[in-house]
């Protein structure tokens, strides 16, 4: 069974610039949520989408956006980089049933902002 | 901001040596995980315990849970230098919610 898959794995971007994060679920996992990575705020939710809905949302400004495919695949963007956005950007998903809280990540997408 | 503190910030130990871990929070919650990320790469799930839950094992992980303190430990016994990493500890409040809180993380080296 494949695993998360995040692309692209590596980007460099400069301020002002936006940029889009792809993720491909683990098969019949329906619900994918995303997380921010830095060294200074460690890790943060971002927000969960599950059947095309955003299902819940981090604290994080409208520049943060997500959506979520019909076959369970889920984009997020950033638009107006800014140099703190610099950070690992990492995808999970779960299967979403009862009593399952287990997340599967993916190895994350790297966002560099000059 | 995060509702999990874990301590300490950094262990170093030797192969075969137990590695112990702990992390409290702040709110009740439903469950509490514990994850693996070896450095720059995706988090690995290591075991979840429940509220109602006290104790519980995979492998050479132990994990406990005292809901009245609020804090949870992590046991690695005879550690392995394929162990080194940085663990997480994260808390969900609902059955089924996937907004984890995070603690900072504690590093952990095993020397050879």
């Known amino acids: 069974k494949a695993g998360v898959t995040q692309t692209p794995r590596y980007l460099i971007k400069t301020r002002g610039q936006q940029v889009t994060l792809s993720c491909s679920p683990i098969s019949g996992h329906r619900s994918v949520s995303w997380y921010q990575q830095t060294p200074g705020q460690g890790l943060q939710f971002l927000f969960e989408?599950?059947?095309?809905?955003?299902?819940n949302k981090g604290n994080f400004p409208g520049r943060f956006s997500g959506r979520q495919f019909s076959n369970s695949r889920s984009e997020m963007n950033v638009s107006t980089l800014e140099l703190g956005d610099s950070a690992l950007y990492l995808c999970a998903s779960v299967i979403d049933r009862v009593g399952a809280g287990e997340l599967f990540f993916g190895e994350g997408s790297r966002l560099t902002v000059l | 901001s995060q509702q999990g503190e874990e301590d300490p910030q950094a262990l170093s130990i030797q192969e075969g040596e137990n590695a112990t871990m702990n992390c409290s929070y702040k709110?009740?919650?439903?469950?509490l995980q514990w994850y693996r990320q070896n450095s720059g790469r995706g988090l690995v799930h290591l075991i979840l315990i429940r509220s109602n839950e006290r104790e519980k094992h995979s492998g050479r992980l132990r994990v406990t849970l005292d809901t009245s303190k609020k804090s949870s430990s992590l046991l690695i016994t005879a550690s392995r230098a394929a162990d080194t990493a940085s663990y997480f500890c994260?808390?969900?409040?609902?059955?089924?919610?996937?907004?984890?809180?995070f603690g900072a993380g504690t590093t952990v080296t095993v020397r050879a």
């Open positions: 989408y599950f059947s095309e809905t955003q299902r």
């Open positions: 994260a808390t969900a409040l609902g059955s089924n919610d996937y907004k984890l809180s």
């Open positions: 709110t009740s919650i439903n469950n």
